[in-house]
């Protein structure tokens, strides 16, 4: 399939091998990055940016737990990567807009998006789990539910104190 330059007649990548590949992993994590793509494209974040602004005056730990919530679950249906790809930025300048240390939002948000355990997509271990077709989803959602519970409650405790006793 693809041609050796060293060995005339073999090719480095065979039909076999290709056939073996994950390829349900590499679409899903393919698609992520594009759609991110399309949201920086379109103008979407752009828009999500100026929401921003018209949001009332909330606590910045109000505001971070919803942040840490809204990531955690979004990752369960897009991967983690596209997510904070597309997220990171669209904090930065909220928390500029709400006078909040941008800290406060995009560390715990990047750790969020790691600490989605119920969907194949989440993650590329679960994808690769999943893909074994030893477990299926409903068996993911029971199990996962309750480390995004933990995780979500282990983050945004973490930065509550973090922020009132490093950050002020």
């Not at 090719?11 to 992993?25: D, H, Q, S, V, Y």
């Not at 995009?106 to 679960?126: D, G, H, K, R, Y």
């Amino acid at each position: 399939m693809i041609p050796s330059h060293e060995k005339k007649g073999q090719a480095l990548l065979n039909w076999k091998a290709t056939n073996e590949l994950p390829w349900g992993i590499l679409l899903l994590f393919g698609g992520g990055f594009a759609l991110a793509g399309g949201f920086e494209s379109s103008g979407l974040s752009h828009l999500v940016q100026n929401l921003f602004t018209n949001l009332p005056a909330w606590p910045p730990l109000l505001i971070m737990a919803i942040v840490c919530v809204f990531v955690t679950f979004q990752t369960e249906i897009t991967s983690n990567s596209a997510v904070t790809s597309l997220i990171l930025p669209i904090l930065a300048t909220g928390a500029v807009v709400f006078g909040i240390d941008p800290r406060l939002l995009m560390i715990p948000a990047t750790l969020s998006a790691s600490c989605a355990f119920m969907m194949p997509i989440a993650t590329p271990p679960q994808a690769i789990v999943y893909s074994s077709g030893y477990v299926n989803i409903r068996q993911m959602m029971k199990a996962g539910i309750w480390f995004n519970i933990l995780g979500l409650v282990l983050t945004i405790g973490m930065f509550a104190l973090i922020q009132v006793f490093v950050w002020g």
